[in-house]
DNA sequence: ATGTCAAATAATATCGATTTTTTCTGGAGA
DNA sequence: TCTCCAGAAAAAATCGATATTATTTGACAT
């Protein structure tokens, strides 16, 4: 009834495949903020041992998707407003941060990167593909790897993904403006290409700000 | 049927106990970067079941301390003078953000504490206490908990510790000058009463760039 | 009725053993 | 001598079952 919608194929281990999946599931509110996560439950939905699951939920864990309670097991994690306004800012920090040591670093390479990113991600979010969301993130990412910073991109890496989740919880997924969106990009994409690193900035936290308050808007507490 | 003989009193789940000791070995170096992490050779080492290790390793890896292979299991994270100032890089950014909304809320309750544990970081060191180090933290982290930004305390907690992991490399542990560093406290704390976030800004990462020189210039690459 | 405690239930945490996968070893062919 | 492959050994990943811990239930006393 259901899993082989996100398969390419390649599972490695049982471990990695429940961690993706579960992922994909809290990120989508499939498995909704708060919720306890029963092992059993989890095992009979993934169709894998009790291990494996826990080895999963323990990862998403540190990546702050899933909360550990004392003995008590798991939680998927809570949301709030203000949880929502501190990973705003914090991306707008570090992001800034990675974009203008990219930017700083840049070359052809990279340059090159970037246009095939953003090009792919047009297409997908022409047609309406389900991996646009995949498309989305690889072209944020590749705006910001060029910093050759790890730690800082890992970061960015995390807090993205705690940010689209608000985006599927308070709009189902789907129903944030396109039009706007497209141009922003472009803006960026330009300036980052232009190797403006203040132009850049300012796009993409702007981007986000934008983003920010619109979803802050759909919020109550 | 026997546990009771640690007499450490809390060991809340046999996994977190291995959590905390693992990731004390790594950081004070007596498991060296780089090297193979196996299941059989930790359960003994910890005396406990594969289980726990295995869920602790999986924790650890979030933390920056493991990586994880493949297939191939865990091994600690390896070093290098180019992680090294990327912690110290992002170390400065962050934990300015974080001090700086800080002394944005302060008030009586934070001023104790933080006097508080000064006084405890001060006495530790003078009577060279084993426990030095975790006063040391509890000060630095207490400098930046009124920022009421728990993702950003999160990264602070996590960057300082892989941060105290080069400190025990690079000097076994013990052997950076403490006058020096007494003061500079002094100056941080000093500022951080008077709500004077530039200087106290200004004081922490002076702090961090100092003893940052000092260990970059032990290293080689 | 209501609060408390003990037994029953459910879920977690942990262990021991099995199944895969990787790594090591040694020999046959070039 | 070197490379390539098969078999053996080691290690990781996973499973099934047990022990431990939390939660619920219901009877009893207030």
Redesign the interface.
């Known amino acids: 009834m259901d899993a082989m919608l996100d398969t390419e194929g390649k599972e490695?281990?049982a471990t990695h495949g429940a961690y993706r999946r579960l992922r994909n599931m809290i990120l989508t509110g499939e498995l909704p903020p708060g919720q306890k996560l029963k092992i059993e439950q989890l095992r009979g939905l993934l169709d894998t041992g009790a291990?494996p699951v826990?080895?999963a939920l323990?990862?998403l864990?540190?990546?702050?998707l899933v909360e550990r309670i004392?003995?008590r097991g798991f939680r998927a994690a809570p949301v709030s407003k203000c949880?929502f306004e501190?990973?705003l800012?914090?991306r707008c920090?570090?992001e800034e941060?990675a974009l203008r040591a990219s930017i700083a670093n840049a070359d052809g390479a990279w340059e090159d990167r970037l246009v095939l990113r953003h090009h792919h991600m047009k297409k997908a979010s022409q047609k309406g593909a389900p991996d646009f969301e995949d498309a989305h993130k690889a072209f944020h990412m590749a705006l910001l790897d060029n910093s050759k910073?790890?730690?800082?991109l890992?970061?960015c890496s995390q807090?993205y993904d705690l940010n689209i989740r608000y985006r599927y919880l308070a709009a189902g997924g789907s129903s944030y403006k396109k039009r706007d969106i497209a141009a922003e990009h472009q803006q960026i994409l330009d300036a980052a290409l232009n190797h403006d690193a203040d132009s850049a900035t300012r796009h993409l936290i702007d981007h986000y700000r934008r983003t920010g308050e619109y979803l802050s808007n759909q919020m109550e507490p």
Chains 1, 2 share one sequence.
């Open positions: 490695t281990s291990s826990r080895e323990s990862l864990t540190s990546d702050m004392d003995q949880n501190e990973i800012l914090l920090n570090l941060t910073l790890p730690l800082l890992r970061y807090l």
